[in-house]
T-cell receptor, first 115, second 113 residues
């Protein structure tokens, strides 16, 4: 079974630009969560999508947004990039929701560097 | 108090020893926990999950959950140099499912040959 696939793996942007990252979950997984990992703040939850709806949201500004498609693939978008947005962006998927005991599995991440 | 706290380490152990990694959590976190291993430059990999009080063993790994003390630990027996990595403890905030996790800052483990 293929794992969580994130594209691209690496991205370099400049301040003020916007970026779109993509995530394909494990086949059959319907929930997709996004996290940001930085050396200073560690792993922080951005948002989670299930059935094309954002169900959970973290404490990030509105410049961070996402969506999910009917095939469970998800994208996240960051607009007006800032230097502090440089991070590893991780996508994780799990089969379902409702508090079921199904842990998340992470993709390899997209490393975003802002110049 | 942070929701999930870990000592950043590094924790240094010789090859073959038992490595003990610890995590404490606040009342804001549900009492189900996950341990992820993250090698440098890689993404987190799930190695253990524990949902009830007591011990759970899987190969060389044992997870322990003590709800009364709000404490969760990971023991690695017969530590190998390949176990050298950062270990992350995570749990869901109360009122949310397992799709939203709060992570500790991670403990870096170094296993010397």
């Amino acid at each position: 079974k293929a794992g969580v696939t994130q594209t691209p793996r690496y991205l370099i942007k400049t301040r003020g630009q916007q970026v779109t990252l993509s995530c394909s979950p494990i086949s059959g997984h319907r929930s997709v969560s996004w996290y940001q990992q930085t050396p200073g703040q560690g792993l922080q939850f951005l948002f989670e999508y299930f059935s094309e709806t954002q169900r959970n949201k973290g404490n990030f500004p509105g410049r961070f947004s996402g969506r999910q498609f009917s095939n469970s693939r998800s994208e996240m978008n960051v607009s007006t990039l800032e230097l502090g947005d440089s991070a590893l962006y991780l996508c994780a998927s799990s089969p379902d929701a409702g508090g079921s005991n199904q842990p998340q599995h992470f993709g390899d991440g997209t490393r975003l560097s802002i110049l | 108090q942070k929701e999930v706290e870990q000592n950043s380490g590094p924790l240094s152990v010789p090859e073959g020893a038992i490595a003990s990694l610890n995590c404490t959590y606040s009342d804001r976190v549900s009492q189900s926990f996950f341990w992820y291993r993250q090698y440098s430059g890689k993404s987190p990999e799930l190695i253990m999950s524990i949902y009830s009080n007591g011990d759970k063993e899987d190969g060389r790994f044992t997870a322990q959950l003590n709800k009364a003390s709000q404490y969760v630990s990971l023991l690695i027996r017969d530590s190998q140099p390949s176990d050298s990595a950062t270990y992350l403890c995570a749990g869901p905030p109360r009122g949310t499912g397992f799709q939203k996790l709060v992570f500790g800052t991670g403990t870096r483990l170094l296993v010397s040959p």
